[in-house]
């Protein structure tokens, strides 16, 4: 039934500044030199942890396509005020319909949010093809300084690591992957896997 998920919206900047990971490089406040550099990594670092953790960290809004709708609840992901802002479908005629919101309930509070038709109510059937319903939803955190500092912290050292090791082996020693404390600093706001 799922098919996945897509940005339709991207968050405005990146939670970790470029002055915050030259902190974290060492590197003083007015030197310049690196700042582009220094910006790419802060973007990878954002980009990777959203990765990990399956949803947006800073407000974006996406799209979850389904080829029909499931017998149970939609599952969506996770992340920071998530509402629904509309569930288009296509009825069994082909004709394309806006789900009423009196019609479904989110569940944004449990560990992966949910959408479950209303009480007392069943999904709509729906013409079985790709993208014959679409979910369109926003999440994350308004700006840099509500984000938590576990995560910040998480894509700090994805920067300093990778300023620090800018190629995928070290030549001279023996190769091995270099583990950094992400795990950790993720656990708690990782969500199962929805696409």
Not at 63 to 74: A, C, D, M, N, Y
Not at 80 to 86: C, G, K, P, R, Y
Not at 103 to 118: C, E, G, I, K, N
Request: glycine share 6%.
């Amino acid at each position: 039934m799922r098919q996945g998920t897509i940005v339709t919206v991207k968050s405005d900047g990146f939670a970790l500044s470029v002055l915050d990971a030259k902190r974290q490089l060492r590197i003083e406040p007015q030197d310049t030199d690196q700042d582009d550099h220094i910006a790419e990594l802060c973007a990878a670092a954002h980009r990777k942890i959203e990765r990990e953790l399956g949803y947006p960290i800073l407000v974006q809004t996406r799209e979850t396509h389904l080829s029909g709708f499931p017998r149970g609840p939609i599952w969506l992901g996770g992340g920071d005020n998530l509402s629904i802002l509309s569930i288009r479908y296509r009825d069994r005629l082909n004709v394309l319909q806006t789900l009423d919101a009196s019609a479904y309930a989110l569940d944004a509070v449990s560990r992966v949010a949910q959408v479950y038709p209303a009480p007392s109510a069943t999904w709509p059937s729906t013409l079985c093809t790709p993208g014959a319903v679409v979910i369109e939803w926003r999440a994350g955190w308004d700006k840099p300084s509500d984000v938590p500092e576990d995560l910040i912290h998480a894509m700090k050292l994805l920067v300093g690591h990778w300023d620090q090791n800018r190629e995928a082996v070290v030549i001279g020693t023996i190769s091995s992957e270099v583990q950094i404390a992400l795990d950790d600093l993720l656990f708690q706001f990782r969500v199962p896997f929805v696409a």
